[in-house]
């Protein structure tokens, strides 16, 4: 059910001075530091931050698709490694368990997901399986009232907090493509779970990704989320989701971005008169606030849509593919409008260029976004 509107104001009013007032200022240090400090971990625990998502009857906020897209913007205009803290337990690894967990899956976990006490991850790609996310090669056979994992994923993010991962995994070797996957919530402390050293990245320092590899690990059967062989299908609905929160993101740091812009055009001089009188940096500000505005009314839309129960796999890529481009073409013209110290690391221009980077990429890289939105469209006809 939707917020009031004033209750939703409120929510988002504290969203936005918690992003001004505690994350902003300590950016680059988190950068610095490739971590974000604990303190500010417990905060956005108490703010309700991990639970945003999760049903209020297991103790989250229950925000529909719209607010939480409209949190998602709010959170966009610091950096996104904050909200990367606990992006998986909103998106990707607590949806499969809120759209197919049995009523016991979701009293045993949903609650500390909510809360923030259980960290989960989602766990699909593989070394061989990447936008061909269908490939999975580990292997989940059945073994009495088992199933024993074998194999390895790659690229986790959240994995070496994650006390939780929805795993994807092939229980039928003989089906092709995604037909013989099944999805499995699979607790961190099972023997035979390791996870990797974190990778180093190319942006957003202090969110971090992993190997996970599986020997032999025991899965009781009762973790199966889903039917056997429906896990592809679990694995593309929270994908869905996932595409419109992390378009919503985007949107938020473009708006930054414009922001921060207009601030530093206004102020800095040259010719004897500020940058921001020059036509041909007004057309830049003007692109880039027309695209983000454009993408800001894709996202809600979808978002809304979503909200109403429709299928939204055409409109969420498009949203996805749309927000991800808009940002990098942004974040390239904010390094042109702040010139050298554009590229300098103190002005943290840069940094938000590397950062925005990888929205092209996860969660389908745009040119699978381009395959489902021609694949839907031919699909509808038009
Ligand atoms: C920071 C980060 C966080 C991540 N978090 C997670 C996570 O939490 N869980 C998870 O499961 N995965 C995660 N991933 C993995 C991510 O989803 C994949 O990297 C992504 O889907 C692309 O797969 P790939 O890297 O194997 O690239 P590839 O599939 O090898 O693709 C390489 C290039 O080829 C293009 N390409 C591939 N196939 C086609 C085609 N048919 N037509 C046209 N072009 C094509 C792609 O678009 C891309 O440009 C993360 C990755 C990163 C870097």
Redesign the pocket.
């Known amino acids: 059910m939707a917020l009031d509107l004033e209750t939703r104001e409120q929510l988002i009013d504290m969203v936005r001075r918690f992003v001004a007032e505690r994350l902003r200022p300590i950016e680059a240090k988190v950068a610095e530091d490739d971590a974000v400090p604990a303190e500010v971990v417990e905060e956005m625990k108490g703010l309700g931050l991990f639970g945003l998502s999760i049903p209020e009857e297991f103790g989250g906020l229950g925000l529909n698709m719209e607010e939480e897209c409209l949190v998602g913007i709010e959170l966009g205009r610091a950096s996104p490694a904050f909200r990367s803290v606990f992006g998986?337990n909103v998106g990707?690894?607590s949806q499969g368990l809120v759209m197919f967990g049995t009523d016991d899956q979701k009293a045993k976990w949903l609650p500390g997901i909510a809360s923030g006490e259980i960290v989960t991850?989602?766990?699909?790609?593989e070394p061989e399986?990447?936008?061909?996310?269908g490939a999975v090669q580990t292997r989940a056979t059945r073994d009495g009232d088992d199933y024993v994992l074998n194999g390895g994923?790659?690229?986790?993010?959240?994995?070496g907090k994650a006390s939780l991962f929805t795993v994807m995994a092939r229980t039928n070797p003989d089906a092709k493509g995604g037909s013989g996957v099944s999805a499995f919530l699979v607790p961190r402390d099972l023997p035979g779970l390791e996870v990797s050293k974190p990778e180093k990245?190319m942006g957003?320092q202090g969110?971090h990704?992993h190997d996970v590899t599986f020997d032999n690990v025991r899965v009781p059967a009762w973790n199966r989320l889903g039917e056997e062989g429906e896990g592809f299908k679990v694995a593309m609905q929270v994908l869905d989701r996932g595409r419109l929160h992390i378009s919503a993101v985007c949107v938020g740091v473009a708006e930054r971005l414009i922001a921060d812009c207009v601030a530093y055009a206004s102020e800095r001089k040259q010719f004897g008169a500020p940058l921001a009188s020059f036509q041909m940096v007004q057309a830049m500000i003007a692109d880039s606030k027309t695209e983000a505005l454009a993408a800001r009314a894709l996202v809600l839309e979808t978002a809304r849509l979503r909200d109403t129960g429709a299928g939204v796999t055409l409109e969420a890529a498009a949203a996805k593919l749309f927000a991800s481009e808009m940002v990098g073409r942004v974040a390239d013209r904010a390094v042109q409008i702040f010139g050298g110290a554009g590229y300098v690391a103190d002005y943290g221009i840069e940094r938000l260029y590397r950062d925005v980077r990888?929205f092209r990429?996860?969660?389908?890289?745009?040119?699978?976004q381009k395959?489902v939105i021609a694949r839907e469209t031919l699909k509808r006809g038009g």
């Open positions: 998986t990707i690894g991850s989602f766990a699909l790609t399986a990447g936008s061909d996310s994923k790659r690229f986790i993010t959240n994995a990245k957003q969110a990704i990888i990429i996860y969660e389908g890289a745009s040119e699978i395959l």
